[in-house]
């Protein structure tokens, strides 16, 4: 794809001293709003370069090295690693990440999913001969898989980074040793998770003795991070996946008091991070870029917008109830008919074949035009199944869903028009609710994944075996979603966006498109629209964003509907027509955007 760079050369010039001597973090101008609930926000222009992340703090870490010369890869190892202090209900250093990458001339996937032991087996979350209840697989030793992020990103870096690796530490360990506010998020969901009380180290570092949360304002320090950190910055990844940083990872598995895991050094060892074939998939005059599987995320969002594209146009649901409740009701049947195929064929690749041996043929105009053509008047309800877009060598069974809360979501476009789009997750929020401290007998730490319930809990169905089952060294299926944009004709770039939610980071990112695209609203406004999704049962619209008239219309057409908070966590920068770029946080989060 063509591109055209800014000359950087002056600028280059001009900050050598920064690359001499090292990258000198000032301290944020930035801190997280004290509000909570949703508010729309405005929209952030700028005319060289952008960093949009879940949180100010990190968000600020990732524009004061792009001022500093670093590039979007850079930015993303700074705003990773404070997103790990500041939001360790998402992500961090202790999970898994999926990050797209453009230089300018090509787009690369790297792949830092989470990979389960290889002791375990399909029955790693059945007991006594029954699924475990979700919430019990989550908090338990059982759940966490061999964390990927930390080497994924060092695989990017050491590949793009311009940036000495070791600088891009500074802003987190920094904020660990000298603190930062508590924010509204944070300390809520503190308040609200009962299951993190239950390990002793998080529990003695974000709670007082009457386990009470820490307070919203106050300053938290977090002395075991800026350690670990200090030792992942001289020493590289390696650090994490080996040595005493390495063995309180697997000891904090091992040891849980009520369902220990099986994961070992050797799995920590012979972990890699992945580069992939990204999937580049036309649609109308974009082409959009995504990641493949693992990751169901950017076939089932083109797949919806495929079958989307085949049904009659109506009109924009922005103000009108009735245009709402038309639009809706294509919206969620597409995503029932996409969901179907997710369940049945969408696994590790590694384990799993495509469909005809080619997971393109999930986005063929024809077959999506056959499965759109099954959109009526009324809903199919949960009767949705999925469809044959080729053959395989074995036969799968479908997957129920599970939920998913603890990701993030970072975009980031430098000054050389370099891009990066990267979903990072623990994946239940504060993971298996478990703090490693690495070892090091002080406060805090980062925490563990649950990951692997993210894989099916039971192996087979009706004696065809699951796709995503667990299986020794898979990765678990995601729905992250990352995602470039660029134009067809000139094959300029055109947006980074992506979200976490779980399940419902394919509904997220599918509606943005669509508002971008075919409503013709900015990054910001297009992330303000409420949202609607289903798994392919009931359907769940945004509390009170939708008139009472046009939840009324879709119930009329067969939908269960409910209303309850959707809390994406969207992240937009999209290039206007005139080279500048105007980037959008998700109001339902305390992310922002920020850059020159």
């Not at 603190?179 to 709670?207: C, I, K, M, P, W």
Request: glycine share 10%; proline share 7%.
């Amino acid at each position: 794809m063509s591109f055209i760079k800014t000359n950087v050369a002056l600028i280059g010039l001009l900050l050598l001293p920064l690359y001499s001597y090292g990258f000198s973090y000032e301290a944020p101008s930035v801190t997280p709003e004290v509000g909570s609930g949703y508010e729309d926000k405005p929209g952030w222009a700028t005319s060289s370069f952008a960093v949009a992340a879940a949180n100010p703090l990190a968000t600020d870490a990732g524009y004061q090295v792009l001022r500093a010369g670093g590039n979007a890869v850079d930015a993303a190892v700074a705003v990773q690693m404070v997103l790990t202090l500041v939001e360790p209900q998402s992500s961090g250093i202790g999970g898994g990440a999926f990050l797209m990458h453009y230089d300018g001339i090509r787009v690369q996937a790297y792949d830092g999913r989470e990979t389960a032991p290889a002791a375990v087996s399909g029955e790693l979350f059945i007991e006594q001969g029954e699924p475990l209840a979700f919430m019990d697989a989550v908090a338990s030793g059982l759940s966490v898989g061999v964390p990927g992020t930390l080497k994924m990103l060092e695989k990017a870096h050491a590949t793009h980074g311009q940036l000495p690796w070791e600088v891009l530490f500074e802003p987190a360990i920094t904020l660990a040793e000298e603190g930062f506010a508590v924010s509204q998020r944070l300390h809520t969901s503190l308040a609200n998770d009962e299951a993190l009380r239950q390990d002793a180290l998080a529990s003695a570092f974000y709670y007082d003795a009457s386990g009470e949360p820490i307070a919203i304002g106050e300053t938290l320090t977090n002395p075991a991070l800026a350690a670990i950190l200090q030792r992942i910055a001289s020493e590289g990844s390696v650090a994490l996946y080996e040595g005493e940083i390495a063995e309180n990872l697997v000891h904090r598995v091992q040891t849980h008091p009520a369902r220990p895991g099986d994961m070992t050094l050797e799995d920590l060892s012979s972990y890699q991070a992945l580069e992939r074939d990204p999937l580049c998939t036309p649609w109308q005059q974009w082409e959009v870029c995504g990641f493949p599987p693992p990751s169901s995320g950017h076939i089932t969002v083109m797949q919806i917008l495929g079958m989307l594209d085949q049904q009659p146009l109506l009109e924009a649901p922005l103000d009108n109830a009735a245009a709402s409740s038309g639009w809706l009701h294509q919206f969620l049947e597409s995503s029932r008919l996409a969901f179907a195929d997710r369940g049945r064929y969408i696994a590790d690749p590694a384990f799993v074949e495509a469909p005809g041996g080619d997971w393109s043929l999930m986005l063929a105009p024809e077959y999506l035009a056959s499965r759109s053509a099954l959109i009526g008047p009324e809903s199919m309800g949960d009767s949705a199944e999925p469809g044959n877009p080729g053959e395989q060598a074995v036969s799968f069974a479908s997957q129920p869903e599970q939920p998913e809360y603890g990701t993030s979501h970072m975009s980031i476009i430098d000054a050389e028009g370099n891009a990066i789009a990267m979903t990072t997750s623990i994946e239940q929020a504060f993971g298996s609710r478990m703090l490693a401290d690495g070892g090091t007998g002080l406060p805090g730490g980062y925490m563990l994944n649950n990951e692997l319930t993210d894989f099916s809990f039971v192996p087979e169905v009706d004696g065809e075996r699951v796709a995503n089952r667990v299986e020794p060294g898979k990765r678990p299926r995601s729905s992250m979603a990352p995602t470039l944009v660029f134009d067809q004709e000139s094959g300029e770039l055109v947006a980074s966006l992506g979200s976490p939610g779980g399940a419902a980071i394919i509904h997220y990112t599918a509606r943005t498109l669509v508002a971008m695209r075919d409503w013709g609203q900015n990054a910001q406004a297009a992330l303000n629209l409420p949202h609607a999704i289903t798994l392919g049962g009931d359907v769940f619209v945004e509390q009170g964003r939708f008139p009472a008239e046009t939840i009324e219309d879709l119930r009329e057409r067969g939908h269960t509907v409910t209303e309850r908070e959707l809390t994406s966590g969207l992240q937009t920068i999209m290039r206007l027509d005139d080279g500048t770029l105007f980037g959008g946080a998700d109001p339902r989060r305390e992310g922002v955007v920020m850059g020159d």
